[in-house]
């Protein structure tokens, strides 16, 4: 994509193997190099992430006869609790943005660093404290929280466990959301390489740049809510206390005026993942290049303003309900916008199927169901019906999980390369893939069926009527571990053991595969001059044009 | 941090100082959001409470917050002077008018000590007898009362340890003539407690 020359020489050391002002883990931890924090986010995620995992496994195991199958019913409500606040603020908020954002997005506008590098580990470090406060509050006196994620009041308020870590944990780890949000915004307006226009970024860092702006916008919010819940448990001021006046659903619109863009915080960037990735491996431009450009501001946009659609059923005014349901649909524009252009990509593209190009194509498939079913919980007369049932978890799992999930899980095969500089065993990547859309699906799917019979969601106990389809979705989620464990065990193993990967191992054309894997410390020996879009596969496609 | 990271830490090998300020306003923005969540909270339930957030306001001492509004605009103002003083190159006159802000901004403080200690002694507090046998209008108000302006009274100290830090960069010689954007940040934060307390002074003195 750029004219210049690129100097990939070979003398200069990777970033891992520079010398540093510290020795050992301290090389790391104080280390304000984008990659190296990049790299930290990806360790201590990935801890999280599985803590949660086993969490959710627990729960399957325990929904597989009604009644008590392994723990008691107030150790499934912190299990709940703890899995939805470890999924959303420790994983799938910080995952594609604070990782691969942190280390590729520099790269890919053809900078050096971000343009705050030491904020830049003071949010690692935030997310680092707010997640050890969250793990804290489960063995401190008084039992992990139990309110569920959303911490509605008045229980959130009135319950004894420990839900003011919990909320200390939030609210850390919003201020660490929030540096990064920033800090991305000024890196992507002051930083791009000359010629690097708005038009020729590439589209993973738009979709940064969309989240990035909901980061800052939304999350000061939800900060300042759960400060009020946490000043209403210590000093009883009385703002959500209905004995004292306050109002227990001010605190819903609240929560859910960040909550719901914050949805747009986890996916956003998957669908960034989606875009990048597919005209790589389809060997074809992507098409409609300003369309899903625009469709990320305009996903981000319209999002701010559907937060009510989480609170149909509270009692709000007619009009209230209509307008809120009206701009949900509105949502399913832009979002199909990219859909179409990603099916158009492929179209007549020279496909090579690779392991990313798999992922992505599981998640457009699942995020097409997460779509729809949302697209019906949007709608008033199911809601009624539906709300608080297993048909919601299994919407946001099919749009969180199946999309930005295995967004992240083709993201990292994708860069795995370039991150590591080693490639993975393309057998058993293959296999896990299988294995966790099968898995997922089989997890999922009958959460709709069970969901829309009226199984309430957060439940401990279940009519039998409901245990085939629970005994099914426990099997979904033996598969998926089996097939997770593979493609972590794969992607370990190939630290050491994998092939050395080159430069530039999938032909793709962005900047980040211009410089050496693993990229050296500024990773740009020159500041590249850009002269065109992002991703120029004429070449492929004018073989295309002549074999016709 | 590694040796070329430092270097780019120290401003990417070249100044950008519009970036800088770039990313302050951001950081401003969601301060305000975080306040406008408060604000939201406040116009709530003073519309479904208009009369007892009317009466409440009235145990409010107006000439004390009037005394402290004029105290936090004049930090305003020898703040913005200190900036003007460093782009003369007068390093000690900057030093010392951000050193007027920093007792201004604790004078502030005290004021605040008494004002609430008042309210205390007369038991106006959250979970107080006196304060719950009043309507829930009444409470409402002063537990927003104590939040708002507590929120407001914690941004004057970390302003307070910013200004200082500021003060230590303009001696060691970190803030110059020519470089200057550390202070114009800092400056930006504190008209930031200024303006917030531009609107929490009508709102909770001024409007009985």
Redesign the interface.
């Known amino acids: 994509m750029t004219t210049s020359a690129f100097v990939t020489e070979a003398t200069e050391p990777d970033?891992y193997h520079?010398?540093?002002?510290?020795k050992g883990i301290l090389?790391w931890v104080?280390?304000?190099?984008h990659k190296?924090i990049g790299i930290l986010y990806l360790v201590t995620m990935a801890f999280f992430f599985l803590t949660a995992v086993l969490l959710g496994l627990l729960m399957r195991l325990e929904m597989l006869t009604p009644g008590k199958t392994i723990v008691e019913p107030q150790a499934y409500n912190t299990f709940f609790t703890l899995h939805g606040i470890m999924m959303i603020f420790l994983f799938i908020i910080p995952g594609l943005p604070a990782v691969f954002g942190n280390f590729m997005m520099p790269i890919l506008i053809g900078?050096?660093?971000v343009?705050?590098?030491?904020?830049n580990l003071l949010s690692w470090w935030l997310f680092l404290i707010g997640g050890i406060l969250a793990l804290v509050s489960v063995f401190l006196p008084g039992g992990a929280a139990d309110t569920g994620w959303t911490f509605y009041v008045p229980y959130s308020v009135r319950t004894t466990t420990n839900v003011l870590p919990a909320l200390l944990a939030a609210f850390t780890l919003g201020f660490s959301s929030?540096l990064t949000?920033?800090?991305f915004?000024?890196t992507i307006?002051?930083?791009r390489a000359p010629g690097m226009s708005w038009f020729r970024m590439p589209l993973f860092v738009w979709s940064l740049y969309a989240t990035a702006w909901i980061q800052?916008?939304a999350?000061?919010?939800v900060?300042?809510?759960l400060?009020?819940v946490s000043?209403e448990r210590l000093?009883?001021?009385?703002?959500f206390d209905p004995a004292?006046?306050?109002?227990p659903v001010?605190y819903q619109h609240?929560f859910w005026?960040y909550s719901h863009p914050a949805v747009y915080i986890m996916i956003l960037p998957g669908l960034g993942v989606v875009s990048e990735i597919l005209p790589v491996f389809a060997r074809r431009t992507i098409f409609g290049y300003k369309f899903i450009a625009y469709s990320s501001l305009a996903i981000a946009f319209v999002g701010s303003l559907v937060w009510a659609h989480h609170m149909f059923t509270v009692g709000m005014s007619n009009t209230g309900v209509f307008v809120f349901s009206f701009l949900t649909f509105l949502v399913s524009i832009p979002s199909a916008i990219k859909v179409f252009n990603w099916i158009a990509t492929l179209y007549k593209g020279s496909i090579e199927v690779e392991v990313p190009l798999l992922f992505i194509l599981s998640f457009i498939a699942q995020f097409c169901i997460g779509g729809f079913t949302g697209l019906m919980l949007g709608t008033l007369a199911i809601n009624i019906h539906v709300q608080d049932t297993y048909f919601v978890v299994g919407h946001f799992h099919y749009v969180m999980f199946g999309g930005t999930g295995f967004g992240l899980f083709a993201a990292m095969h994708y860069w795995y390369p370039k991150m590591f500089g080693r490639m993975y065993k393309k057998g058993p990547a293959v296999l896990s893939w299988l294995l966790l859309t099968i898995g997922f699906n089989v997890l999922y799917f009958p959460f709709f069926v069970m969901g829309y019979l009226g199984m309430p969601r957060r439940y401990y106990d279940y009519l039998p009527e409901f245990q085939t389809s629970h005994q099914i979705s426990t099997l979904g989620s033996w598969i998926l571990i089996v097939g997770l464990v593979i493609m972590i065990a794969n992607l370990l193993i190939s630290l050491r053991k994998g092939r050395r990967a080159e430069a530039n191992p999938w032909g793709g054309e962005t900047l980040e595969w211009k410089v050496p894997s693993p990229p050296p410390?500024?990773n740009f020996h020159e500041i590249p001059v850009i002269t065109t879009g992002p991703y120029d596969y004429s070449k492929y496609e004018r073989v295309v044009q002549e074999a016709k | 941090?590694?040796?070329?990271?430092?270097a780019?830490?120290q401003g990417?090998?070249h100044r950008?100082d519009?970036?800088a300020k770039?990313?302050m306003w951001?950081?401003l923005?969601?301060?305000l959001?975080?306040?406008?969540?408060?604000f939201?909270?406040y116009a709530?339930?003073r519309f479904?409470?208009p009369t007892e957030f009317h009466v409440a306001a009235t145990e409010l001492d107006t000439l004390v917050g009037t005394i402290n509004t004029i105290i936090l605009l004049t930090s305003s103002l020898t703040v913005a002077m200190s900036i003007t003083a460093i782009q003369k190159g007068n390093k000690w006159l900057s030093f010392t008018l951000v050193g007027f802000t920093v007792m201004l901004a604790l004078a502030f403080l005290v004021n605040k000590y008494f004002e609430w200690g008042h309210k205390f002694e007369v038991g106006l507090y959250?979970?107080s007898a006196i304060l719950?046998n009043k309507?829930?209008?009444e409470?409402?108000y002063f537990?927003?009362y104590?939040?708002m302006t507590g929120?407001h009274a914690l941004h004057v100290i970390i302003g307070v340890v910013v200004l200082a830090g500021m003060m230590m960069f303009i001696a060691k010689d970190k803030i110059t003539r020519h470089s200057y954007v550390r202070l114009e940040a800092g400056g930006l934060y504190w008209h930031l407690v200024d303006i917030i307390w531009i609107f929490l002074f009508p709102l909770f003195y001024l409007l009985h």
């Open positions: 970033f520079v010398r540093t002002k510290h090389a104080l280390s304000t190099d190296r900078a050096k660093d343009f705050f590098p030491r904020l929030i949000g920033l800090n915004i000024t307006h002051r930083m800052v916008l999350t000061p919010i900060g300042i809510t400060l009020l000043l000093f009883g001021v009385g703002i004292l006046g306050g109002d001010l609240l005026i410390l500024e | 941090m590694t040796s070329g990271a430092a780019v830490a990417h090998g950008d519009v970036g770039l990313g951001l950081f923005f969601t301060e959001i975080l306040f406008g969540g408060m939201i909270v709530v339930y479904s409470h959250p979970g719950l309507p829930p209008g409470i409402l537990g927003l104590y939040v929120l």
